[in-house]
């Protein structure tokens, strides 16, 4: 099938689909969605910048763009290459920020279902303080799917969610309506519920998954009462273990109980090919994060209507 007939197809249908690029550091085997890479690059001279973060190595001006570059090796606690003009750059674009991740080597891309990724166990990987989003197993090896976001944030706090924004929007009257919330970082997670629960809402269901979300939504439509005694609207994330948020924004859609629920994706990967995706699939709103008081208002135009 041409490459391109496949694609109309996924942004058609969301099949719960995705790419991960592997690579390596020391030997061992990481991913990152091919959705927040923007370019890859051979290793680059960098500019050492004074007072930074001790993982950042530096900076440099690839075709005029100035980006900043991550030592992901040593952030991970992992040895220097050995050779480092063999290097990799993972040019990543997400948050509306591009930055570049040195890595050892690029290994291939693989497609797969988010089925096959598992969330990690958190006694083992650290919990809300942990780096790996996912785990994939292909072969023989295990792929641990980095958090990125969450080490660009350490890194550089800025990036992330500003909870402070949420001040600007003055005075609000409480708001009991149920909202059903689905994201795989607990750092995110417990972000969003802290945002939301300051901005009044205060009945607040989240999820790790949309797998999770799914079988609760089926559970609120065999219950007898109408859903909206259970959920007013869904508020998810696209990256996640076993089902992502297009997949589930499609079931929803197609379910003649559920399809009326406003849907809005809240995603670091708001990028064209994904809004023109979760548009094709009916999201009421799209996202970027950090963006969340721009999201608590878009949540009041829809519940408080």
Do not use: C
């Not at 990256?239 to 079931?251: F, I, S, T």
Request: charge should be negative; hydrophobic fraction near 40%.
């Amino acid at each position: 099938m041409p490459q391109k007939k496949k694609q109309e197809i996924l942004l058609e249908s969301g099949t719960n689909e995705l790419e991960i690029l592997e690579f390596t550091i020391d030997g061992r085997h990481y991913g990152i969605n091919v959705a927040k890479i923007s370019e890859l690059m051979k290793y680059h001279e960098v500019t050492p910048m004074p007072n930074s973060n001790p993982y950042v190595e530096g900076v440099f001006n690839p075709r005029g763009n100035m980006m900043t570059l991550i030592n992901l090796p040593a952030y991970l606690g992992h040895p220097e290459s050995g050779n480092t003009q063999m290097d990799i750059f993972i040019i990543t674009n997400f948050n509306r920020v591009y930055s570049a991740f040195h890595v050892h080597a690029v290994e291939e891309i693989h497609r797969l279902s988010w089925e096959q990724i598992e969330k990690p166990d958190a006694a083992i990987y650290g919990g809300q303080d942990g780096l790996a989003t996912g785990i994939a197993r292909l072969g023989d090896r295990l792929i641990t799917i980095l958090d990125f976001e969450k080490i660009l944030q350490d890194i550089s706090p800025e990036s992330g969610v500003n909870l402070d924004d949420l001040k600007n929007l003055g005075d609000r009257a409480h708001s009991d309506k149920p909202i059903l919330m689905v994201d795989d970082s607990p750092a995110l997670s417990k972000m969003l519920v802290d945002a939301l629960s300051q901005a009044e809402y205060t009945n607040l269901t989240m999820l790790r998954n949309g797998e999770e979300a799914w079988e609760l939504l089926e559970s609120y439509k065999n219950s007898g009462h109408p859903v909206e005694k259970f959920v007013k609207m869904v508020i998810t994330d696209i990256e996640m273990p076993r089902m992502d948020g297009h997949r589930l924004l499609k079931l929803i859609r197609d379910d003649k109980h559920l399809k009326h629920l406003p849907v809005i994706i809240f995603s670091s990967i708001i990028n064209e090919q994904a809004r023109v995706k979760g548009e094709s699939l009916g999201a009421t709103a799209q996202l970027s994060k950090p963006d969340i008081a721009d999201l608590v208002r878009l949540v009041d135009q829809h519940i408080l209507e």
